[in-house]
């Protein structure tokens, strides 16, 4: 088989026909840009040419002969030149793509994909790969470490691909079923061409893109929760542990929150892996936003995902992750000064001076006082803190908790779930069951002395029928207030507490 050269003006041979030793299968040349830069050397490889061999030929345009040939293992289906570099791009039957540098003659690099390589092509500026294989994906890869940026699938075997010309924003893709598909990139990454395998190997811009500068739609950790299959939880975890801030992030289309998204799929594994780095410390420790996560709607959102979870739920799932609740520092606030004395535990509504009072905030002393003054001898130095979840310590939670069948002592058997135990007995608890206490004594007390005063085979002639009537009134009234409150309770969609 032989490469005719055509003049590009006037389409006459520029030369005879060059023998080339087998069946031609792609040609490709390099780019006037590269020319410029190298100068005349660059013609020595202008022409890269693939027989249906184990090589690659490059063509000497001046002496119209093969100054080089490129080995490899299996046969070479394809290759492409850099557009501004003397760099070309070879993909073989092997799944590997190798890149070579043709001024010093040596291999730069080289990265496997799935399936054996049909097709690559450059974008303009350089910084994108794309590569074609036969197992029927188009992967995107940058040019700094070759790490997979984008995947797009089809249902065929991917022959051709091409990036548009400025901007490189679309590209262009054919299939060996005929199918022709035009796919617009954009100036993000987009989320749904997101690779779920290989996604924390991806260089560090690429990461940060992908999780929090998404374009319209859902967020790639909400991609992983829509998506529900085993490889997208697994992924969604990883992102969680690495940037457990991607909680943060929502449908930029509808404003829809992973909370949100979690409990509209009502499937509790799923809010199991976005409460966790919220109640266990993780991303008030590791996020950059950590200051700030108090004074978002973050909390409340997860105090209903729990709510939903406990009530709707298994309960191990609501077990698992009560026992991880921790505390987080108060944002915006420093160390203060204490007493032994002072009580160290409250409730309060604000997250700004949970203490309540004056504020006693720590100011510089001068350390010879400090160590002998008698002022501050018996004080302490603490850092306010507060549980990551509001509504904790509310009878309504309290309540949904009892109410669920099989309840564990291991729901309570930490620091911070004992803490609200402790406030919501000194806040109402004991208040509430003295009174609960006195009312249903009041009540077994009238009803045995009614019963005793009125049946007939224990009255009495000498019994007060004013007695007899003010103790059945007692017992109307009692028994009237006990179903207003539990008719109440029901009516505001209450119904755990019937059974707690």
């Known amino acids: 088989m032989k490469v005719h050269i055509l003049d590009t003006v006037l389409f006459k041979k520029r030369c005879d026909p060059v023998p080339v030793g087998g069946r031609i299968w792609m040609i490709d040349s390099l780019s006037q840009t590269a020319y410029n830069d190298i100068g005349e050397y660059a013609s020595s490889f202008g022409m890269a040419i693939t027989s249906g061999r184990n090589r690659c030929s490059l063509l000497d345009l001046t002496t119209k002969n093969i100054s080089m040939e490129i080995t490899r293992k299996r046969t070479v289906r394809c290759q492409t030149y850099h557009p501004q570099l003397p760099i070309l791009a070879i993909g073989d039957g092997s799944s590997e793509v190798m890149i070579v540098d043709l001024v010093g003659e040596r291999k730069l690099a080289s990265f496997f994909v799935d399936g054996r390589v049909n097709t690559i092509a450059i974008s303009p500026a350089g910084d994108y790969i794309v590569v074609g294989t036969d197992a029927g994906t188009f992967t995107i890869h940058d040019t700094v470490n070759f790490k997979c940026v984008q995947e797009i699938r089809s249902a065929s075997i991917a022959m051709n691909v091409e990036f548009s010309g400025n901007g490189a924003q679309y590209i262009a893709m054919s299939h060996a079923n005929g199918d022709v598909k035009v796919v617009k990139l954009g100036p993000l990454l987009s989320i749904d061409y997101t ?89 008030d420790s590791q996020s950059a936003w950590s200051s700030s996560l108090l004074t978002t709607t973050m909390p409340v959102d997860a105090f209903l995902t729990l709510r939903e979870l406990i009530m709707n739920h298994p309960p191990g799932y609501a077990t698992d992750i009560l026992s991880k609740m921790t ?51 018996d004080e302490i130095i603490l850092i306010p803190a ?64 009614f019963v005793d005063r009125s049946a007939s085979s224990t009255s009495k002639e000498t019994n007060d029928i004013r007695v007899i009537t003010a103790l059945a009134w007692t017992v109307m009234l009692l028994n009237t207030a006990f179903l207003i409150q539990q008719g109440v309770r029901f009516d505001t969609k209450r119904g755990h507490f019937f059974r707690s």
């Open 195 to 283: 690779p779920l395998q290989g996604t924390l190997d991806m260089p560090d811009w690429a990461k940060e893109q992908v999780m929090f500068r998404s374009p319209e739609g859902p967020s790639f950790l909400q991609r992983c929760m829509l998506e529900g299959s085993k490889e997208s939880l697994i992924c969604a975890g990883g992102v969680l542990d690495e940037a457990p801030e991607s909680v943060l992030t929502f449908d930029r289309t509808t404003g829809v929150g992973c909370f949100e998204t979690a409990v509209e799929l009502r499937k509790p594994n799923i809010m199991t892996l976005i409460l966790t780095p919220v109640v266990n410390g993780t991303l």
């Open 386 to 449: 507060v549980l990551p979840i509001p509504g904790l310590g509310s009878l309504d939670f309290l309540s949904a908790l009892l109410a669920m069948p099989n309840t564990g002592s291991e729901i309570f058997d930490n620091d911070a779930m004992g803490l609200v135990l402790a406030i919501l007995w000194n806040a109402g608890i004991k208040y509430y069951f003295f009174v609960d206490f006195f009312l249903n004594a009041l009540f077994c007390l009238c009803w045995v002395h």
């Open 327 to 377: 505390y987080v520092k108060v944002p915006f606030a420093g160390p203060r000064r204490c007493h032994l004395n002072d009580p160290k535990e409250c409730g309060s509504a604000s997250y700004i001076n949970p203490w309540g009072g004056e504020s006693q905030k720590l100011e510089k002393q001068d350390s010879m006082q400090s160590r002998f003054g008698q002022e501050y001898k």
